[in-house]
């Protein structure tokens, strides 16, 4: 059973700074891409960042160079570091990944989600 867990949620003023962890535990070949969506109350689930195995990195345009997503392949961990916050990155983040099973079955898990909230 494979399982992703977040952390590094939390209540921020605008301008601050939190950092994301998800790591994928269970048994498993490999994982392929790893991401980070967010969704705030009322709108749909959006792509924040996504990371390739080997490191290659895509982001939303809308997040101007503020967040940077990176991973730690021996430790099955993504992480994203969010700086210059702002109330409008308030939303529940979910960690997503891609992983090929020992049959080589690819699957999609999500983690749980960990919420962010920016005061202004």
């Known amino acids: 059973q494979v399982h992703l867990m977040e952390s590094g949620g939390g209540l921020v003023q605008a301008g601050g700074s939190l950092r994301l962890s998800c790591a994928a535990s269970?048994?498993?070949?490999?994982?392929?891409?790893m991401a980070w969506y967010r969704q705030a109350s009322g709108k749909e689930r959006e792509l924040v960042a996504s990371?390739?195995?080997?490191?290659?990195?895509n982001y939303a345009d809308s997040l101007q160079g503020r967040f940077t997503i990176s991973r730690d392949n021996a430790k099955n961990t993504v992480y994203l570091q969010m700086n210059s916050l702002k109330p409008e990155d308030t939303a529940v983040y979910y960690c997503?990944?891609?992983?090929?099973?020992?049959?080589?079955?690819?699957?999609?898990?999500w983690g749980q989600g960990t919420q962010v909230t920016v005061s202004s």
């Open positions: 997503n990944a891609r992983i090929l099973s020992w049959n080589r079955t690819l699957r999609n898990y």
């Open positions: 269970g048994s498993f070949f490999s994982i392929n891409d």
């Open positions: 990371i390739t195995s080997n490191g290659g990195t």
